[in-house]
């Protein structure tokens, strides 16, 4: 290694205003560093089973030098070098001992890129104009051996918060297996190229770069599980760079592919809303509702549209149709019973000035208030059979309607459990 060492000092004792013309003797000391640079390099080559961090350090200035950027032997080394500190550290792992993590994943970040520029410039013509690429087998049993080494390496700065790199990683994940894919030497990745792509949305997510997120979102449709998700992102990102267009037809097809996320309908809903389109978020709906007659959620999202601009009445008779669909979907259990209990409450308050001596009018008036309870209570006793432990959902109006309905027992009993809760 001391001879590695003495070339590096060689080296750095020189420098050059690289492009600009030069003359001959500084053209001869230029030629004399590119030498020296390459010696280094084959040092380092040479070096590699036996200190391949030191190989990696000693190739540092000479890969930072452009005298010998473009040419494909120095980054062979150089990944070589990596490939070998990686597989060292890979190994000691193995057995259980201990390892340097930060750096092995490093090594494979740097690894990914240099690889790259090996096969760009090995690929590159001569002066005759001919492609002879020489280092085309290592490049490709590299990206064989070590593509899986990008996917761990994305995770791990992923997990540590640096999500530029692990972006680049999984990148070079997916890239690899495409390119091994293509020559034949594996099958294609259709479970973790997947993965990998949603892992880049997520990593352009945290960095607010919106190009990122779109750049392979796509792949990451094809796993099932994240597809929702995936898709949110999609959405977002379109939204943030200013696509509105694009953003409200992602979520249209949102809303018909993921129904049960509530991104796509609320951001359409929300949209129409605020812009008083109450006619597009209707036709929206009737849209949904035609593509699939069976799914609750867009006969639910009929009557949610106009619950949310206080048409009860037409809210009620939606959320009803919603239940004949699914007598147990929740959120359809849920308004519909705040529907009925409004009614009440509006009834009630407009029939406040009843005369105590108009026992007719008082008995008509209850007739109809608790013609309205009676309708709540099986749906509020409904939800607290589904979700017992979810007391907003029907705790107070439960005991509003077991009060208005003289059902004291019943009340006592609620009165007990909210006194428990600490409510």
């Known amino acids: 290694m001391k001879k590695l060492v003495m070339s590096i000092a060689f080296v750095l004792g020189a420098t050059f205003a690289f492009g600009q013309e030069l003359t001959k003797e500084e053209l001869k000391l230029q030629a004399k560093e590119k030498k020296a640079l390459v010696n280094i390099a084959k040092d380092a080559e040479l070096n590699l089973s036996i200190d391949p961090v030191a190989a990696v350090n000693a190739m540092k200035p000479v890969i930072a030098n452009p005298l010998v950027q473009t040419d494909p032997y120095i ?17 000691k792992r193995a057995e259980g001992a201990d390892f340097n993590e930060e750096q092995m994943y490093n090594y494979t970040y740097d690894l990914g890129h240099e690889l790259a520029k090996c096969d760009k410039y090995d690929n590159m013509p001569d002066a005759k104009g001919k492609v002879k690429p020489k280092y085309a087998e290592f490049i490709k049993v590299t990206y064989a051996q070590e593509f899986a080494q990008f996917y761990n390496a994305g995770a791990y700065f992923y997990g540590n918060e640096d999500y530029a790199k692990s972006y680049d990683l999984f990148k070079m994940f997916i890239d690899a297996s495409d390119r091994l894919y293509k020559e034949g030497m594996m099958p294609q990745d259709t479970v973790n190229v997947p993965v990998a792509a949603y892992n880049m949305a997520l990593s352009g997510m945290q960095l607010q770069d919106y190009e990122k997120v779109l750049s392979h979102i796509d792949l990451a449709m094809a796993n099932a599980q994240m ?18 267009a694009t953003w409200l037809n992602d979520c249209m097809e949102g809303a018909k592919k993921f129904p049960d996320d509530a991104y796509f309908y609320q951001s359409l809903i929300q949209y129409y809303d605020s812009r008083n389109e109450n006619d597009k978020l209707n036709a929206l709906a009737d849209e949904l509702i035609a593509s699939d007659t069976t799914n609750p959620f867009f006969v639910y999202l009929k009557g949610y549209i106009a619950h ?8 009620i008779e939606w959320y009803e149709k919603t239940l004949t669909v699914d007598a147990n979907y929740e959120s359809a259990l849920n308004n519909l019973s705040r529907c009925y209990m409004f009614k009440a409450q509006e009834y009630a308050s407009a029939h406040s000035s009843t005369k105590v001596t108009d026992k007719k009018k008082l008995a008509k008036d209850k007739e109809i208030l608790d013609g309205y309870y009676k309708k709540a209570l099986p749906l509020l006793e409904k939800l607290r059979e589904q979700q017992p432990d979810k007391y907003e959902l029907w705790l107070a109006n439960l005991m509003n309607c077991y009060y208005n309905l003289n059902m004291t027992s019943q009340l006592n009993e609620l009165e007990k459990l909210q006194e428990s809760l600490g409510y």
Request: aromatic content about 10%; charged content about 25%; proline content about 2%.
């Open 308 to 315: 949310q601009q206080q048409d009860v009445d037409t809210a």
């Open 75 to 91: 980054w062979y080394v150089s990944v070589s070098a990596k490939k070998a500190a990686i597989d060292a550290e890979n190994r």
């Open 227 to 244: 597809a929702p998700s995936a898709f949110r992102y999609k959405a977002v990102a379109h939204l943030e760079l200013g696509d509105t």
